[in-house]
């Protein structure tokens, strides 16, 4: 079997770095908010080119905080994908804000920037782009809406570290923004992590009181905050990581080109479409095709692990039926829901295991 996702290859070169550092915080005896955090925090930043990171507890947290020190609250409107995964939906509704979905761009299946202005009200505060699959969003276009109406831009950048667009790191473009370290992103902790980035000092520092019960000097609470702390081992697990992503970067970019030059060119298979001004770093590789579900289970048949990114909209779900929407109401999002499927692409996945792959999808096609 060719697995979906593999973390062999990491654990492989990195396994016994990831034990010594275990042993070493063991014995240091300060596990969280420590040293190892801010660390991380310092060399995330200046490898993303923003002046803050503050690491906080998952990066659904890190949406959370990074809306609230925006002072987003009760039916305020956020504009955010109809296609994306829900977590960027659930931040909204943490606040109590307003969700209002615009679809995306059929070909990149990123925020479709010329659907977002009709979406506009006077309660509008913030646009949400979501970088999905690795791949930025078209950030010129979002800024210059942003800057017309006056409205805040929080990233979700969960997918994307390290993709740029027009030469700049996502995640540095809106006024906070968030990322995750979940194991199976592109920096991956070994459990739950996450961070704002933001190039503001005065959002950096209610962030950092945020995630720590609102207080920035023990014992002594300024604001009502939460507990969404990053813990020590985490962070040391991601700065023995951070060393390798841009390593890993490359090889996820070059196996997506491989994909792309060797995957078979017949109509009824999309690949991923790459904006020019973009550089996707291929957290997923994604093809599309009408046959989706017979094409999984043929891939699964010759056991070829695949997966779905995501079966069903955020607007369909259970969770949202408060919002009384109904199928068709966000056809893009809907189509792409049953057409998408993801195939391996990870640091390790084999050339010879690349070449089976699509081999065994032109056969498909065939
Ligand atoms: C993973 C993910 C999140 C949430 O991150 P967690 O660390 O799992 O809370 C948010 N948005 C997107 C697009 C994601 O892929």
Known sequence: MIPFLSFDHQHKILGS?????TAEILEKKNYVLGGEVNLFEEKFARLTGIKHAIGVGSGLDGLII????LGIKYEDEVIVPSNTYIASWLAISQLGAKIIPVEPDPKTYNLDPSKIEEKITSKTKVILPVHLYGQACNMTQI????KKYDLFVVE?????QLAKWENQFTGSFGNANATSFYPTKNL?????????????????????????????????NKIKGINSRIDELQAGFLNIKLEVLEKFTE????????YQNN????????????????????????IQTSERDKLQDYLNNKKIGTSIHYPIPPHLQ???????????????AEKLANNLLSIPLYPGLKKFDQDYIIETISNYFK
Do not use: W
């Not at 990074?66 to 020190?69: F, G, N, P, R, V």
């Not at 070994?190 to 962030?207: D, K, P, Q, V, W």
């Open 263 to 286: 995957l078979p060119k017949v109509d009824n298979l999309i690949l991923p479409f790459q904006e020019k001004a973009s550089n996707s770093v291929f957290h997923l590789y994604v």
């Open 66 to 69: 990074a809306l609230k020190a």
């Open 251 to 258: 090889e996820r970019i070059l196996q997506a080109s491989y």
């Open 17 to 21: 770095k990831l034990l010594k550092k």
């Open 188 to 220: 991956g902790a070994i459990g739950e992590a996450g961070c704002i980035t933001t190039n503001s000092r005065e959002i950096m520092r209610f962030c950092k009181s945020y995630r720590n019960y609102g207080s920035e000097q023990k014992y002594i």
């Open 318 to 332: 259970e969770a949202y039926k408060e919002l009384n929407f109904k199928k068709g109401d966000f056809p893009i």
């Open 143 to 146: 800024l210059k809406i942003a």
């Open 156 to 160: 979700d950048n969960a997918q994307s």
